[in-house]
């Protein structure tokens, strides 16, 4: 670290945290992705597609996801909710509630194309993480024009700067905010075309990597 002539740094947090620990000012590059071309992303009017995207594991909460679709039964002709990620032992009692919920699917461990897919088809990535970084889920998410719900993570509080999502530290006020997403259909059209033009400003690979190139 000490010989580096140039230190890379995905947010504020890590710029700072450089700084603090070895007196070195980072240069911020966004994490990237792919653009897609906005016109090949369709969305379903009559149902709200809702997804969570983790390995099931203990810092991850996966139960929450779960909490979150019991809650919502009065909705479930109006709603879809799928849960992908590698499992772990000691979930089996949580995939038995899984299957108890007609409209909350559990597919398993998903090839990226597959992730990919899933989230042109959905409208709201939820994240219940512990704790988390700055997800690459999140930013591959806003390409695909889905907003984020968000239990704990606002990397660089994008989420309520923006206007990309929402940070709703309890189940229920993720509950209250699906609800008024199903009522509200052009508030929800709305955010995911802001999440979209975002995504392409700030972590299009068009737009981040000549910062990259410069430093070589």
């Given at each position: 670290m000490k010989k580096a002539t140039s230190v890379i740094t995905q947010n504020k947090y890590q710029q700072q945290?450089?700084?603090?620990?070895?007196k070195k000012c980072g240069i911020r590059v966004n994490q990237m992705t792919e653009s897609i071309d906005a016109t090949h992303i369709v969305k379903d009017?009559?149902?709200l597609t809702i997804v969570w995207i983790a390995n099931l594991k203990v810092i991850k909460q996966p139960e929450l996801f779960v909490e979150l679709a019991q809650k919502l039964e009065s909705y479930s002709d109006k709603i879809r909710m799928i849960m992908?990620?590698?499992?772990?032992?000691?979930?089996?009692s949580l995939l038995s509630k899984i299957e108890d919920i007609e409209y909350l699917e559990y597919r398993g461990e998903l090839k990226q194309e597959e992730v990919f897919a899933l989230l042109e088809e959905s409208d709201i990535l939820v994240n219940t993480s512990v704790v988390e970084g700055f997800s690459n889920t999140f930013v591959q998410a806003w390409m695909r024009k889905n907003i984020v719900f968000s239990l704990n993570s606002n990397p660089d509080d994008i989420l309520t700067s923006y206007n990309v999502g929402y940070l709703l530290p309890s189940?229920?006020?993720?509950?209250?905010?699906?609800?008024?997403?199903?009522?509200?259909?052009?508030?929800?059209?709305?955010m995911q075309k802001v999440a979209y033009n975002y995504v392409i400003q700030n972590h299009s690979i068009e737009k981040c990597m000549p910062k990259v190139l410069d430093l070589l």
């Amino acid at each position: 670290m000490k010989k580096a002539t140039s230190v890379i740094t995905q947010n504020k947090y890590q710029q700072q945290q450089l700084l603090d620990r070895f007196k070195k000012c980072g240069i911020r590059v966004n994490q990237m992705t792919e653009s897609i071309d906005a016109t090949h992303i369709v969305k379903d009017d009559d149902v709200l597609t809702i997804v969570w995207i983790a390995n099931l594991k203990v810092i991850k909460q996966p139960e929450l996801f779960v909490e979150l679709a019991q809650k919502l039964e009065s909705y479930s002709d109006k709603i879809r909710m799928i849960m992908c990620g590698r499992f772990a032992s000691g979930y089996e009692s949580l995939l038995s509630k899984i299957e108890d919920i007609e409209y909350l699917e559990y597919r398993g461990e998903l090839k990226q194309e597959e992730v990919f897919a899933l989230l042109e088809e959905s409208d709201i990535l939820v994240n219940t993480s512990v704790v988390e970084g700055f997800s690459n889920t999140f930013v591959q998410a806003w390409m695909r024009k889905n907003i984020v719900f968000s239990l704990n993570s606002n990397p660089d509080d994008i989420l309520t700067s923006y206007n990309v999502g929402y940070l709703l530290p309890s189940v229920d006020l993720m509950q209250d905010k699906i609800v008024e997403m199903i009522e509200n259909r052009e508030k929800l059209h709305s955010m995911q075309k802001v999440a979209y033009n975002y995504v392409i400003q700030n972590h299009s690979i068009e737009k981040c990597m000549p910062k990259v190139l410069d430093l070589l």
